[in-house]
């Protein structure tokens, strides 16, 4: 059975307090783009997992493709199964890739083995593997809050726009990403800012992992100031970084960015 796991971008991102449990509590959009994954699922005599295309860090028994398929196989006992993960989803890019493929291995488990669970069911398993994993799960726009790991429709169109997404040759660790961050509540809910004509949001959606993010890797910084100065509606940094979008009102040329050792996505 194949699937094709796709990434995201966050719309914003306010980390508005720290939990007592370790966690931090926030507010973002989830975004669907394609940038995509390809995932195989067939019989084997043992569960494993092979990774193809973009190096992923850490040992293959441990990948959260495994996890997620233990974590269902432990309730309905299934048949051992090979994991075959071709990887094209940037790793620390703040897409989302892994939490992408956890999901879309649920979903592939459920529909091949017709077990009859639920979207909120699937959604609950996927929680267990990573706050944004469930997103994945209806993978639609939607306002996520808590830790990540609740979620409202937030139908939302950025079909009109020509959207780029650049990432340098930058891994960011979300651990060090939440170490350094100031929890804060806005003053304005991300739902209502959003809801705004899309130039305003320059001034008014941000990324509260950018500033340190920015301070400890000036190239993520520059690019998100070369795309604007390129013509850019609206630029961010999407999640923990190191990716930058941005969205144009007509296809462009990139020329100042395409150097560095930078690669381009058209999402």
């Not at 233990?70 to 309730?75: F, Q, S, V």
């Not at 309905?76 to 940037?90: T, V």
Request: neutral net charge; hydrophobic residues 45%.
């Amino acid at each position: 059975m194949l699937s094709f796991p796709n990434a995201k971008i966050n719309l914003g991102l306010n980390i508005t307090e720290k939990r007592t449990d370790g966690y931090h509590n926030l507010e973002t959009v989830f975004y669907p783009i394609q940038i995509k994954d390809a995932i195989e699922i067939i019989d084997a005599e043992e569960t494993i997992c092979k990774i193809f295309g973009i190096d992923v860090p850490g040992d293959t028994k441990d990948n959260i493709c495994v996890k997620a398929y233990n974590l269902i196989a432990a309730d309905f006992k299934l048949p051992a199964q090979q994991i075959n993960l071709l990887k094209n989803i940037p790793v620390g890019a703040g897409l989302g890739g892994g939490s992408a493929d956890c999901a879309f291995i649920i979903r592939s488990i459920n529909e091949k083995f017709n077990l009859g669970l639920s979207l909120a069911q699937m959604e609950n398993y996927a929680r267990k593997l990573g706050s944004d994993c469930a997103f994945f799960i209806k993978n639609k726009p939607s306002f996520a809050f808590n830790k990540g790991d609740e979620f409202e429709d937030f139908p939302i169109d950025l079909s009109m726009f020509y959207k780029v997404l650049v990432k340098p040759p930058i891994h960011v660790s979300t651990a060090d990403a939440y170490a350094l961050v100031k929890p804060q509540r806005p003053l304005q809910s991300l739902k209502e800012i959003l809801h705004l004509p899309i130039p305003i949001w320059r001034n008014k959606v941000i990324n509260d992992f950018e500033m340190s993010v920015f301070a400890k890797y000036p190239q993520i910084h520059q690019i998100k100031n070369s795309l604007y100065h390129a013509g850019a509606v609206f630029a961010l940094m999407s999640g923990s970084g190191s990716s930058v979008f941005a969205l144009f009102n007509q296809a462009i040329k990139l020329a100042e960015l395409e150097k560095d050792n930078l690669v381009f996505y058209n999402i």
